[in-house]
């Protein structure tokens, strides 16, 4: 197949080679002419002679850094996840600035400085505050999101693993976390005379990891950030209805008890309740424990179903990361 005179050869060879113009080469005895030829044999001596001279062979410490262990993903994705939730706004501040204002108005509603308020009244602030900060958590789902993308780009690269990612991004927002509820606690226990500030603050702080998780999972899943938030609302709103503050358990009619045994904010809010009244030897103490049955309510127990919930949504969520997030096409 000579190349005609004045012709451009790359566009010669171009159209000889493409089965959609009529008269072109057969495409399969010329590649195979190709790979018997001399040509392609000085090809690929000069590639083995060109591989000798500038690329030395790969050590074993060249090897781990193109695929780094488990521990050594896990503890860069650490690193970066920290810097991210410094570095971002988004994640961590705007909540911590809403936190503040919204718990401070909590804490200076119920205020106590003239020892009016009842217990009965004391118990809206156990509600109000944990459930309201717990809803501001639908603001971090956007982050999640746009980690996915980030997650599916690297591990369709063949260099990620799917639990040293998720063990990083659940322990990097723990300290974050901690600090919302911290100040959450701050602004709601001593202004209100509620006691026990470092169960307070354990069980907010909990509930908070839970609803992180929760938004992990709802971030996998739904194909946009509008439709997650909408849909984790909407979940934070049936378990705030259902978690016996507004009806009483005992209350609640059959066909939505399932709700109140699948909110996390049940276990919460039953552990605070008892965390303030439980031992109180008062007539309107004693009287709450009886009107929301919490008389037996362990506190311990409830803050390790939280914990557990919190450890089954990472598990999820993890488990949609592996199977649905794989990055190809």
Known sequence: HPC???????EYYLALINTDFPG??????ITAAFASSGAAAAIQTALAQDRATHFAPLSKSDL???KPSLWRQFAMLMQRNLLENVRNPGIFWVRLVMFFLLSGMAGTMYIDHDHKLQDIELVGAIFGGPAFT????VSALPFFIDQRAVFARERANGGLSVFGYTLANFLAFLPGLAL????ATTNIVPPTALTNYATFFYLLWLQLVVAESFMCLLGVLVPNAIMGIAVGAAFYGMFMLCEGFMVPRSS????????????FHSYGFAAMVANQFQGVNTTSAQAILTRFDFHDV???TNAGILAGYAVVLQVLFCGVLYFKHTGRR
């Open 252 to 263: 609640i009619q059959d066909y939505w008890l399932w709700g109140h045994y699948l909110g």
């Open 180 to 183: 919302l509820a911290l100040v």
């Open 24 to 29: 072109h080469g057969d495409v399969a005895a």
């Open 4 to 10: 005609p005179t004045y012709s451009n050869p790359a």
């Open 64 to 66: 781990k850094e193109l």
């Open 134 to 137: 717990v809803f501001l958590s």
């Open 298 to 300: 362990s506190i311990a």
